[in-house]
């Protein structure tokens, strides 16, 4: 190997080093109050300044036993949702949301899929199925990536996160969204623990 090359691969390596290296993590606790179960409850960082490419692979929401499944899909703006069907009866999938567009995809049966390309972020759209009144879930539309649920025991943890100053919020249907002002160093964890009201 040539002394230019070998320059350019060790830089290389230094930056890929060092970008890694500047990166904090965010972690806690959630507490929903009157409640006993903290888990799958979405965290999410508001806004991070950079423009993140929506993954190419198609995010699924199905609808199985009279439910939606999961209850709550976050995805990164511009990422097209494939709803399935999976139940012997027909299923529709409408949103009154405006920031998802008031979308009706119409009423399908089993093992057929229609899609829907969610691309305004900061967007909670509840899903409806007008067949069957008790259906609900929401696509959450997120501006970037840094996004996790908690655990069972309330407790979660986003990796990763460039340095700066971000807002970081919790989201859980029925309850008050809750947020906090976080600033992410090069290194190390921060701890944001919260407590959500109804
Ligand atoms: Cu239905």
């Known amino acids: 190997m040539n002394y230019k090359l070998v ?22 606790k959630v507490h929903l109050e009157g409640s006993s179960n903290s888990a799958g409850i979405l965290v999410y960082i508001e806004h991070v300044d950079s423009s993140f490419a929506p993954p190419q692979k198609h995010a699924i929401m199905d609808q199985k036993d009279l439910m939606f499944v999961p209850e709550i899909l976050p995805v990164l703006a511009g990422t097209t949702v494939d709803f399935l069907n999976s139940d012997d ?75 700066g100053s971000y807002v970081l919020k919790v ?7 809750r947020s906090s002002s976080v600033y992410v160093k090069d290194a190390g964890i921060i701890q944001k623990d919260f407590n959500l009201k109804r």
């Open 171 to 177: 989201w859980c249907p029925f309850y008050e969204v």
């Open 89 to 163: 009866v027909l299923h529709n999938v409408f949103t009154p949301s405006g920031c998802a567009g008031r979308f009706n995809l119409g009423t399908w049966p089993k093992d057929k899929i229609r899609s829907h390309t969610f691309t305004k972020a900061d967007c909670f759209a509840i899903l409806l199925c007008d067949v069957h009144p008790d259906m609900q879930a929401w696509i959450a539309v997120l501006q970037n990536p840094y996004f996790t649920f908690t655990d069972k025991s309330g407790e979660y943890e986003i990796k990763n996160i460039p340095p």
């Open 7 to 28: 320059t350019a691969f060790s830089f290389t390596l230094i930056a890929l080093a060092m970008n890694a290296a500047l990166a904090g993590d965010i972690k806690g």
